[in-house]
């Protein structure tokens, strides 16, 4: 038996429950999340929300400041939509119960960051995403209209298309981690908030959730896809054996932080006026080319010329976990190395969320809306999420009910239960290995051909064992980031140029048409 409702939300990090509260307001909403509610994404966002705030400040500011990271490839009219909406939205979160830091006079603290002209970014400590996390699963919780299956990871979107009608969705096919039972849920909108891909590369920010399941699951029914070469490279993630993706916020550099080589020397300078504050695309590429000049492992954050009470107090979360690893951050520089962190591409979707297929929605780091063009601005994907969300949350109220009359269940067929979970194991570790040192920070055509050859031959045998053996958590993401890895590969085969987050040796200046590279399914689905 199908399990109906209104919505289908499959994530829970920001754009999903926020989306979910809205829409609960006039319908009923199943939200499905992977693990527990709050293993997300959002949940470890550091840095904030973007908005216009400050008196210095103006709405112009913010959308050219967000064009110039993007390099061109921003959709203004989308940009124009988000700034405007900023101020609202942080007002949303006040309401909501988000706790954000606050000055002496009693105003919204301002942090800065990375390609930011202003002070525009509103958080908690340095651990906003938690906060804004916190309020929104305690409110989704009490509200009677909402459902939340945790342990539940989609394995399919259900389309029209495989009932004789147009491509059109109508929910998904839900796998209980717990029992291994395959639901049938039915909606009449259903709402990708999957987050990110970081999972696809082996160094990332990422928690492990971000297997890029939204992505994989909409191409796969024919949803267009956009944009996504352009995988953000966070210059600064801690470089330490016992805390492999842990974030050391842009804020800090915001702050006053200095990016060091081991003898002390600067070298930001060589490469943007900004220095340590140039946009992301640009420091993490310095950094990867100061390693790959020096053969060190990492280079270094240096907090220490400021006042160690006013560090510990910005910073207090990342101060006392680098002190658990060894590192006082008021004494000693830190050492950090770039780590994928942003997907800036995904669904393509409208100004309401809607993707190419009716039925599908897209909202946060799995959609692209046009907002990040080819390098997103820090701290414009949490103001991104609740902007689409309360758009979509709007744009679904009349969507209507479509659906067959019958609706086949999870076939289970002769799979057999697999008794080589080593297989899974390596081909994940493979795909993220090949995927860091060929599609990463610095490309060429020789790597992107050397890693399409790779995908391929991967992709097959992840085929047949899906085939072959019963599915679980573990080998749905594998099949989602292969697909994954493989539409990362096509895209940035496709640009013959560098922008933005994509840089390659054999392409090394930009076009003069900035275009976006789309991708659809067109000759039926394969895994
Ligand atoms: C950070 O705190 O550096 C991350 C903020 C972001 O990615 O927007």
Not at 123 to 131: A, C, K, L, N, P
């Amino acid at each position: 038996m199908a399990l109906e409702t209104d919505y289908l939300v499959i994530g829970s990090g920001i754009a999903g429950l926020n989306f979910a509260l809205l829409a609960a307001e006039h319908g009923r909403v199943v939200v499905i999340t992977k693990k527990a509610p709050a293993d997300t994404n959002t949940n470890w966002a550091q840095g904030g929300v973007a908005a216009v705030l400050a008196t210095d400040d103006s709405f112009e500011r913010h959308v050219e400041d967000t064009l110039v990271a993007g390099d061109g490839l921003c959709d203004r009219a989308t940009v124009e939509l988000c700034v405007n909406d900023g101020p609202a939205q942080v007002q949303r979160l006040l309401d909501l119960g988000v706790r954000l830091d606050r000055n002496a006079a009693g105003d919204l603290d301002l942090g800065r960051e990375g390609a930011h002209s202003r002070h525009r970014v509103v958080h908690w400590e340095d651990v906003t995403g938690r906060e804004i996390q916190r309020a929104l699963v305690t409110a989704v919780a009490s509200h009677a209209n909402i459902t939340m299956l945790d342990e539940h990871i989609a394995v399919d979107l259900l389309s029209m298309a495989k009932y004789g009608g147009d491509a059109a969705c109508f929910g998904a096919y839900v796998l209980d981690r717990r029992t291994g039972e395959v639901k049938t849920i039915v909606a009449r909108a259903t709402l990708l908030a999957s987050g990110g891909t970081g999972k696809v590369y082996v160094y990332t920010s990422n928690p492990d959730v971000a297997t890029g399941d939204g992505v994989a699951m909409a191409y796969r029914i024919g949803a267009a896809v956009c944009d996504l070469e352009f995988v953000q490279f966070h210059p600064t993630v801690l470089y330490h054996p016992m805390a492999r993706n842990f974030l050391l916020s842009e804020a800090m550099r915001g702050e006053g932080g200095v990016l060091r080589l081991a003898s002390g020397e600067t070298f930001m300078e060589h490469y943007h006026p900004m220095k340590s504050l140039a946009s992301r695309d640009i420091v993490a590429r310095a950094i990867d080319n100061e390693l790959k000049k020096s053969g060190a492992d990492s280079v270094f954050l240096d907090m220490t010329h400021l006042a160690p009470a006013f560090v510990r107090g910005r910073f207090p979360n990342i101060a006392e976990r680098c002190l658990s690893l060894g590192i006082d951050i008021t004494k000693q520089p830190i050492p950090v190395v770039p780590a994928a962190h942003y997907m800036c591409g995904g669904v393509k979707t409208d100004h309401t969320g809607a993707t190419t297929l009716p039925g599908l929605y897209a909202i946060g780091e799995c959609a692209f809306t046009g907002l990040h063009g080819a390098n997103r601005l820090a701290s414009n994907s949490l103001l991104e999420g609740m902007v689409f969300s309360t758009r979509a949350a709007a744009a679904v109220k009349d969507a209507p009910r479509a659906r067959p009359s019958q609706v086949a269940p999870w076939s289970y067929g002769g799979a057999t239960d697999s008794n080589d979970a080593i297989v899974v194991a390596l081909n994940w570790d493979e795909i993220r290995r090949f995927m860091w040192s060929y599609v990463g920070i610095v490309r060429s055509n020789k790597r992107i051909e050397r890693a399409g050859r790779r995908i391929e031959i991967l992709r097959d045998e992840i085929r047949e064992y899906y085939l072959d053996f019963k599915i679980t958590s573990d080998l749905i993401e594998l099949r989602n980031l292969a697909l994954v890895a493989h539409l990362i590969i096509e895209s940035a085969r496709r640009r013959k140029e560098s922008r933005g987050l994509h840089y390659t040796l054999d392409y090394p200046d930009k076009l003069a048409e900035a275009r976006h590279s789309e991708i659809q399914l067109t000759n039926g689905p394969r895994g």
